[in-house]
């Protein structure tokens, strides 16, 4: 049985790792903003109290983080691995233009930070705030989600800025996070979980979260300090930096 952390575990690719991860009998701290409005959450949690723990947390928010840390600690000396999920797309309360983020000539200050602090900030800030936690486990990972299009080698067309750079930003973080925690025996990688339809994906996207999610556990579960600063995809293949 693992003892696995996850952010953003109220919907989407979050919410379907929390169902896999408890049907192969692991104990899970799912993480969410507001987990008293999660219905999914709060049935697994009815289902299975002993193996799930609901925990309030905002990524973006330090002092969030501090609590998110110490509602851990107060249940668990150990965590064997931390999945950083939560992220976001743009940071306007519905998309802009469809699906994008403003293009270049309408870039937006508030939208180029705020998405940088979900999802590049927040993982980094999440690692050592847990990294204590994680050093007690068995064979600790730390796995962050990014996505092709933060693969500076693949991202051949121009917009999605913010999305995109807050991607390679985190990429980054999982390459100091591999180097610094090296001699401490934590796995760090980044993982793409494909195009996947969740709010996030749509509904166009070729992937369901049931198969993302059974991809990347596969690949979680085998990797190790040989491929710690590495980037995969869920399909099991190393995707190019
Ligand atoms: N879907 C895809 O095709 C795709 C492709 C490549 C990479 N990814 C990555 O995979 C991860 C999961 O994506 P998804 O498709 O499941 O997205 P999603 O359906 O939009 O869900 C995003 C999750 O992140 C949470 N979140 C957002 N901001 C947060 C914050 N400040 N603090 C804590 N939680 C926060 C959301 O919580 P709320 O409900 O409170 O907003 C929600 O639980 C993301 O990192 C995403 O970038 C997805």
Redesign the pocket.
């Known amino acids: 049985m693992k003892r696995v952390l996850i952010?953003?575990?109220?919907?989407?690719?979050?919410?379907?790792f929390v169902g896999q991860l408890l049907a192969r009998g692991d104990r899970v701290f799912a993480?969410?903003?507001?987990p008293e409005q999660?219905a999914e959450l709060q049935q697994f949690a009815a289902a299975q109290p002993e193996r799930l723990a609901l925990i309030a947390?905002?990524?973006?928010?330090p002092a969030?983080i501090d609590q998110a840390h110490r509602a851990v600690s107060a249940q668990t000396d150990a965590l064997d691995v931390l999945i950083?999920?939560?992220?976001?797309?743009n940071s306007f309360p519905s998309s802009f233009e469809g699906h994008g983020d403003p293009p270049f000539g309408r870039l937006d200050a508030h939208n180029l930070t705020e998405v940088y602090?979900?999802?590049a900030a927040?993982p980094v800030l999440m690692a050592q705030r847990f990294v204590d936690l994680l050093r007690k486990g068995s064979a600790p990972k730390i796995v962050n989600?990014?996505?092709?299009?933060g693969s500076l080698s693949l991202k051949h067309h121009g917009g999605y800025y913010a999305?995109s750079a807050s991607?390679a930003a985190l990429n980054m973080f999982t390459r100091l996070l591999a180097a610094d925690l090296a001699g401490q025996g934590v796995t760090v990688i980044s993982i793409?979980?494909?195009?996947?339809?969740?709010?996030?994906?749509?509904p166009r996207?070729p992937?369901s979260?049931q198969e993302?999610v059974a991809g990347m556990l596969r690949v979680i579960d085998r990797v190790g300090p040989k491929e710690s600063g590495q980037c995969w995809q869920y399909i099991g293949e190393q995707m190019p930096w």
Not at 7 to 16: F, K, Q
Not at 145 to 149: E, R
């Open positions: 952010t953003g575990a109220n919907r989407g690719i979050g919410l379907e993480c969410a903003r507001r999660a947390l905002d990524v973006a928010d969030s950083n999920n939560a992220g976001v797309f602090r979900v999802n927040g989600l990014t996505s092709y299009l999305y991607k793409s979980p494909g195009w996947v339809q969740t709010g996030m994906g749509g996207a992937t979260p993302s």
